[in-house]
């Protein structure tokens, strides 16, 4: 059996490969009208995009995912075991906003305190344009630290800027990348000082722009408005638009499907804000991003 995975998303972005056994996210899409079609940014087949991980002492604590759900029929939840700590990861990409967050909420089972590393990694390989068949796009990566903010930015630039997406985290973040072989490789950790039995966690807020100052400022209005609004106000978002069967395997089934629809079948665009309608915005089915 293949890779499996859980797609979500909102208007602006979708996540069609979250990983079902390790919480990687393997790319990111988004349309875009200027190019007439979908713009998939991945990692590529050994390093996913985005991965979450866990350090104590320098290494790293692998971690095993026990339990997967969905909240509100399609925000990605997962629980994960890792020795002595209880890990949850939730992905939320909120309505109404131009990103996505990554949570990532730990316990300490242990009867005494613990000095950990919380943080994401992973490699920006390649961009693709897809309508039908995937393209990658030639053009350079760039990643750097924010003049503004001093937060990492990664740019796609023929010339002029394609597009650019940053993080944000809640907590203070050290940061780490380099460029090999036209891949940006980066790491982004947390410090976090766990009493024993107490809990913590980070929120990595990625934002998406046209250029530079647009996605990290995309990130910095979610960090503002916090982790718990953006997810309350998904939820209700989510609610308002649900029904009930009395069995709920069809509430499940009727519900996932009706949310897939929804956001892989219409979007906005990053460069013009339209609403358009397109056969998918995941390049994982066959007619990705046609429009005709």
Same mark, same amino acid.
């Given at each position: 059996?293949?890779?499996?995975?859980?797609?979500?998303?909102?208007?602006?972005?979708?996540?069609?490969? !979250?990983?079902?056994?390790? %919480?990687?996210?393997?790319?990111?899409?988004? !349309?875009?009208?200027?190019?007439?079609?979908?713009?998939?940014?991945?990692?590529?087949?050994?390093?996913?995009?985005?991965?979450?991980?866990?350090?104590?002492?320098?290494?790293?604590?692998?971690?095993?995912?026990?339990?997967?759900?969905?909240?509100?029929? =399609?925000?990605?939840?997962?629980?994960?075991?890792?020795?002595?700590?209880?890990?949850? %990861?939730?992905?939320?990409?909120?309505?109404?906003?131009?990103?996505?967050?990554?949570?990532?909420?730990?316990?300490?089972?242990?009867?005494?305190?613990?000095?950990?590393?919380?943080?994401?990694?992973?490699?920006?390989?390649?961009? @693709?344009?897809?309508?039908?068949?995937?393209?990658?796009?030639?053009?350079?990566?760039?990643?750097?630290?924010?003049? =503004?903010?001093?937060?990492?930015?990664?740019? !796609?630039?023929?010339?002029?800027?394609?597009?650019?997406?940053?993080?944000?985290?809640?907590?203070?973040?050290?940061?780490?990348?380099?460029?090999?072989? %036209?891949?940006?490789?980066?790491?982004?950790?947390?410090?976090?000082?766990?009493?024993? %039995?107490?809990?913590? @966690?980070?929120?990595?807020? =990625?934002?998406?722009?046209?250029?530079?100052?647009?996605?990290?400022?995309?990130?910095?209005?979610?960090?503002?408005?916090?982790?718990?609004? !953006?997810?309350?106000?998904?939820?209700? =978002?989510?609610?308002?638009?649900?029904?009930?069967?009395?069995?709920?395997?069809?509430?499940?089934?009727?519900?996932?499907?009706?949310?897939?629809?929804?956001?892989?079948?219409?979007?906005?665009?990053?460069?013009?804000?339209?609403?358009?309608?397109?056969?998918?915005?995941?390049?994982?089915?066959?007619?990705? *991003? *046609?429009?005709?």
């Amino acid at each position: 059996m293949g890779d499996q995975y859980i797609p979500t998303g909102n208007e602006m972005i979708s996540i069609p490969e !979250l990983g079902m056994s390790d %919480g990687a996210i393997h790319d990111f899409t988004f !349309l875009h009208m200027g190019f007439k079609g979908l713009i998939d940014v991945r990692g590529n087949e050994s390093v996913p995009l985005i991965k979450p991980f866990l350090a104590q002492d320098g290494k790293t604590v692998p971690f095993e995912i026990v339990y997967r759900s969905r909240e509100g029929y =399609w925000v990605p939840v997962y629980h994960a075991r890792a020795g002595m700590f209880d890990i949850k %990861g939730i992905i939320l990409t909120p309505v109404g906003e131009r990103g996505f967050v990554y949570r990532i909420e730990i316990r300490n089972n242990s009867d005494t305190d613990q000095n950990i590393d919380l943080g994401i990694s992973g490699c920006w390989s390649e961009t @693709y344009h897809c309508v039908n068949e995937d393209k990658v796009i030639d053009a350079k990566k760039f990643v750097y630290r924010s003049s =503004w903010n001093d937060n990492l930015i990664f740019d !796609l630039r023929n010339g002029i800027g394609l597009f650019s997406f940053a993080p944000m985290t809640s907590l203070p973040a050290e940061t780490a990348y380099d460029i090999r072989d %036209g891949e940006v490789n980066y790491r982004i950790s947390c410090k976090i000082a766990l009493p024993a %039995g107490e809990e913590g @966690y980070v929120d990595f807020y =990625w934002g998406l722009g046209f250029e530079e100052v647009a996605s990290a400022t995309s990130a910095k209005e979610m960090l503002r408005k916090g982790f718990d609004p !953006l997810y309350d106000e998904t939820l209700r =978002w989510l609610k308002k638009r649900s029904c009930h069967f009395r069995d709920e395997k069809i509430n499940e089934l009727y519900h996932i499907n009706l949310f897939f629809n929804y956001f892989f079948a219409t979007g906005k665009t990053l460069d013009t804000e339209e609403l358009v309608l397109v056969t998918s915005r995941s390049p994982r089915y066959y007619v990705s *991003a *046609a429009y005709w």
